[in-house]
């Protein structure tokens, strides 16, 4: 997919998005484009710099993430089995402004600027149960732990 083929977002609704995600829990926020039970999903997410995602996989061969710069910048690491940091790609304007995440790869994602606007795609329907399966050597989202941990990973990233 081509960058000129990424659904269009009007300035008033990247401020609206990005506003929702300062204020969320998470510090992101989701724009979901495809409707429940569609196989092929596609979302803007709008992510604060202080994010804290888990690393995950994506169990099932079709679950390959696509994932393209909007604004800002962010970087996706990639873990082995054991949590260890096996790489770090960094997704910024000018360079590399897109990425792939093969399926059943541990992965999460860094933000490198103070607010990170992605848009993302993958085929399979959604069900919250078997979507993502979360790395239990990881810290949870929104725990004591998961602070220092993201604070490690931003090194890791920045390092790249």
Known sequence: MLMNSIPKL???????????????KRRRYPKILHQPGDEFNQVFNF?????????????GEEKIEKMYLVMGSFAVV?????GKVRKV??????????IEIPAFTWHTYVMLTD???????????Y????????????????TIESGPYLKELKQRAQLA
């Open 115 to 125: 607010k990170v606007v992605s848009y993302e795609t993958m085929m399979g329907k």
């Open 127 to 142: 069900d919250p149960s078997t979507w993502k399966t979360l790395a239990a050597w990881a810290p949870a989202e929104n």
């Open 89 to 98: 790609s960094v997704i910024e304007k000018g360079k590399c402004e897109y």
């Open 10 to 24: 009007q300035p008033m609704e990247i401020n609206e998005y990005l506003q929702k995600a300062a204020d969320s």
């Open 78 to 82: 990639f873990f082995n089995n054991k």
């Open 47 to 59: 992510m604060m710099e202080d994010t804290y995602m888990q690393p995950h996989l994506h169990p």
